[in-house]
């Protein structure tokens, strides 16, 4: 099953037996067994017994709390992984050094490359001009390879980021939905808060993986250290945004899966997010992206988006540790 979310506001989640049990009024919604679970997402107002909390530190599943919108709130995760070489590498690479470099040039040209590669795949099928800015992105990718310091890397992101979602709007194709520019905190129209929500499902995946294989998720490299960010996990994220997120949003939308009545709009702060069926349906297809088999460009086998940010973990934990000689992002030919 993977993660399990709840969404029920006022919903008890408890441990009965060897399974997850989640109630609403006293009737049970949602059964699932322990060991079919990653991951457990609370979405709004739900309360969780101890014994529930206990078992899933035990069996090493994280919790995570956001809002009904996708907002991150909290986690509380299992003890970090035992590899502490992982993290004293980890740590020996922060800052300027040459594997901090090289690393962050890696995150990026996977998001960079992986935009590209959505941007050709969408001129073919739709027959749109997006050359300007699938050249632009090339633009920034040649140029990234010479960067020297992770200042310069970031401006290229930024760069090639903005020609991205400068033609986004081309990529949806149906009349009810359109897309400006990017915005958050909060989202303020339907594009940008499923992109949000995404963003927030994609942080909660990749930071479990990275406690796994025995990182701190806090200390990042592209991204820099703030109080309570998980840097690192925002940028092992980045390769992952266009190939997962991206492509659900896209396909929701396109598909017609979601209308413009799936959402709802708060009168003071105008912050947009889905209605519960509008959740439900879309958290279905993040799941379903997320156990999508592909063929592996470094490791040549079938893997799982989901058992990728592991694979993507641990070949991260080893260039800095010094077993491989570069780190190859996930990109998509």
Request: charged residues 25%.
């Amino acid at each position: 099953m993977g993660t399990v979310y709840v969404t029920q506001d006022d919903s008890f989640i408890s441990k009965v037996d060897e399974r997850i049990n989640v109630k609403f009024e006293k009737k049970t919604i949602l059964d699932v067994p322990l060991i079919k679970i990653d991951g457990l997402v609370v979405m709004g107002r739900a309360s969780i017994s101890p014994a529930a909390i206990f078992e899933l530190i035990d069996k090493k599943i994280p919790l995570t709390f956001l809002t009904n919108n996708g907002k991150y709130l909290a986690s509380l995760e299992p003890e970090m992984g035992k590899n502490i070489f992982v993290r004293t590498a980890q740590w020996k690479a922060a800052g300027e050094s040459p594997q901090a470099i090289h690393v962050t040039q890696g995150f990026v040209r996977g998001k960079l490359k992986n935009y590209r590669h959505t941007l050709l795949e969408a001129q073919r099928r739709y027959e749109v001009d997006l050359n300007s800015n699938i050249n632009q992105i090339s633009n920034a990718i040649a140029s990234l390879e010479k960067s020297n310091s992770i200042d310069s890397i970031r401006g290229f992101e930024g760069a090639g980021s903005a020609a991205y979602f400068g033609c986004f709007n081309q990529l949806i194709r149906v009349d009810n939905f359109s897309f400006n520019t990017r915005n958050r905190r909060p989202p303020i129209d339907p594009v940008n808060s499923l992109l949000s929500l995404g963003y927030s499902l994609l942080r909660h995946d990749i930071q479990g993986a990275l406690n796994i294989v025995g990182f701190d998720p806090y200390l990042g490299y592209l991204h820099t250290e703030r109080y309570g960010r998980p840097s690192l996990a925002l940028d092992l994220m980045e390769e992952f945004r266009p190939l997962i997120v991206d492509a659900v949003v896209l396909t929701a939308i396109n598909r017609r899966m979601l209308s413009p009545k799936d959402f709802i709009t708060e009168p003071i702060s105008n912050a947009v997010s889905l209605t519960k069926e509008g959740l439900h349906i879309f958290l279905r297809l993040y799941q379903e992206k997320k156990q999508t088999q592909f063929k592996h460009p470094v490791m040549q086998k079938k893997y799982t988006y989901q058992e990728t940010f592991a694979i993507q973990a641990r070949l991260l934990a080893k260039y800095l540790l010094g077993e491989i000689e570069k780190y190859p992002p996930l990109i998509m030919k």
